[in-house]
T-cell receptor
Framework: DGGITQSPKYLFRKEGQNVTLSCEQNLNHDAMYWYRQDPGQGLRLIYYSQIVNDFQKGDIAEGYSVSREKKESFPLTVTSAQKNPTAFYLC????????????FGSGTRLTVV | AQTVTQSQPEMSVQEAETVTLSCTYDTSENNYYLFWYKQPPSRQMILVIRQEAYKQQNATENRFSVNFQKAAKSFSLKISDSQLGDTAMYFCAFIPGAQKLVFGQGTRLTINP
């Protein structure tokens, strides 16, 4: 079955460390997205990529970095510059001709310890 | 600015009752898509219903229907004959023009037995 796989489901990070969240899709979707979810604030866009080797900042990109070396993969690195990284992170993808057809992964819960 | 506002942080109703969740949005775009997503405790994002702005007819999916008022920029969700499985966070969202999916803050809905 096609879908998006996010790993790990839970991630713990010590302050000052970088961590990378994985997002893989086998839907042959062109565009991929990273959202951050905090209580009472809904989902906010961190980064998105519409094509391999290209990506753009979303609304809250500071302290995060991404890469898009393969169509199937869009990893998100949470750097030590992100002051409040504890949150739930969701990855999504869409086909270029169906921008309304978002598919979401099951998310990664990141906690700073 | 493209924004979505859900004014009801929490709602609670009895099983089998009808409940309406409110949503307003702000955009200068004339063409856009509107959505309601459900996020149960598993945190998987599930599309409930979708509405194209150019369609005057309100979308319906079984027990779920919307009241789309374009001039008022309002997009409410009505759940009829509510069930225990409807308990979840509900997010209103839209895609303004060719831009990215923008979410509201969410409404936590609890269906009581």
């Amino acid at each position: 079955d096609g879908g998006i796989t996010q790993s790990p489901k839970y991630l713990f990070r010590k302050e000052g460390q970088n961590v990378t969240l994985s997002c893989e899709q086998n839907l042959n979707h062109d565009a991929m997205y990273w959202y951050r979810q905090d209580p009472g604030q809904g989902l906010r866009l961190i980064y998105y990529s519409q094509i391999v080797n290209d990506f753009q900042k979303g609304d809250i990109a500071e302290g995060y970095s991404v890469s898009r070396e393969k169509k199937e993969s869009f990893p998100l690195t949470v750097t030590s510059a992100q002051k409040n990284p504890t949150a739930f992170y969701l990855c999504a993808s869409t086909a270029s001709r169906q921008v309304w057809g978002y598919t979401f992964g099951s998310g990664t819960r990141l906690t700073v310890v | 600015a493209q924004t979505v506002t859900q004014s009801q942080p929490e709602m609670s109703v009895q099983e089998a009752e009808t409940v309406t969740l409110s949503c307003t949005y702000d955009t200068s775009e004339n063409n856009y898509y509107l959505f309601w997503y459900k996020q149960p405790p598993s945190r998987q994002m599930i599309l409930v219903i979708r509405q194209e702005a150019y369609k005057q007819q309100n979308a319906t999916e079984n027990r779920f229907s919307v009241n789309f008022q374009k001039a008022a920029k309002s997009f409410s969700l009505k759940i009829s004959d509510s069930q225990l499985g409807d308990t979840a966070m509900y997010f209103c969202a839209f895609i303004p023009g060719a831009q990215k999916l923008v979410f509201g803050q969410g409404t936590r809905l609890t269906i009581n037995p």
